[in-house]
């Protein structure tokens, strides 16, 4: 058994857009009670001890910086899957990345985070900016014609139980009458799961011009959602 109790994950490489995603996680850990813990992994063991020596430094400046301490793991392997088995070795229950960005849906997470992402069945958040607020107040889930749309909502639940938020689903007007009936039968099954689930939510149609992945970023910024919530599949 873990000694933590299902903590917040942050894959640490000491960059800055780890120590975004260290600000996403305590936040997140002030709002859930969730312990933190920090992963760095190191290519040979004979490195261990001197990384280690590191981030017991890194721990003291981040407690004195925000006034929370957090735990530590220094493994050997690679980050396509290590970082998926220490989730399971400590029952994580979710892992915050930080990473670059890219055009379109990648700009979500960006080809080298999709690899670490895929590896792992808990839900990852991508960021790369600070936060801005401290709630989570808005998150946006784009619908398409696909059956894996439904595996979200499982999600939207586990989520909706972390933090008091509002789920905005949000769709294009697809053109072809099969992807178009799909989108509207997936939207029907995730209205009747939410509303059973007591889970605040609102639909909102994005027009027929652009795609999906696209007017779902552009609703984001619209909105200042916290988050998108998008499913992955094995690459």
């Known amino acids: 058994m873990s000694e933590y109790q299902n903590p917040i994950i942050v894959p640490w490489d000491f960059s800055d857009k780890a120590e975004f995603a260290l600000e996403h996680a305590l936040n997140y850990s002030s709002i859930s009670g969730k312990d933190v813990v920090l992963l760095h992994?190191?290519?040979k063991a004979k490195e261990i001890e001197e990384a280690t020596k590191k981030l017991d430094e890194k721990t003291e400046e981040i407690k004195q910086k925000y006034g929370r301490p957090v735990h530590i793991i220094v493994k050997e392997g690679n980050i396509?899957?290590?970082v998926a088995e220490t989730i399971e070795e400590i029952d994580a229950s979710f892992a915050i990345m930080g990473t670059h960005g890219m055009k379109g849906m990648q700009k979500l997470t960006g080809s080298w985070a999709l690899k670490v992402i895929t590896g792992s069945k808990v839900p990852f958040i991508v960021v790369q900016d600070p936060p801005k607020e401290r709630e989570?107040?808005?998150i946006v889930v784009p619908v398409d014609f696909k059956q894996e749309n439904k595996e979200k909502l499982v999600w939207m639940h586990f989520i909706?139980?972390?933090?008091?938020?509002k789920f905005h689903i949000v769709y294009i007007d697809e053109q072809d009458?099969?992807?178009k009936k799909q989108v509207l039968s997936n939207i029907k099954v995730s209205v009747e799961y939410l509303e059973s689930k007591g889970i605040s939510?609102?639909?909102n149609k994005l027009g027929s011009k652009g795609s999906l992945s696209d007017k779902?970023?552009?609703f984001a910024k619209l909105i200042d959602a916290a988050m998108i919530i998008i499913m992955t599949t094995t690459v």
């Open 160 to 165: 909706s139980a972390i933090f008091d938020c």
């Open 80 to 82: 396509f899957s290590t």
């Open 216 to 218: 779902t970023i552009e």
């Open 201 to 203: 939510y609102e639909i």
């Open 177 to 179: 009458k099969f992807a």
């Open 41 to 43: 992994i190191v290519k």
């Open 136 to 138: 989570v107040n808005d």
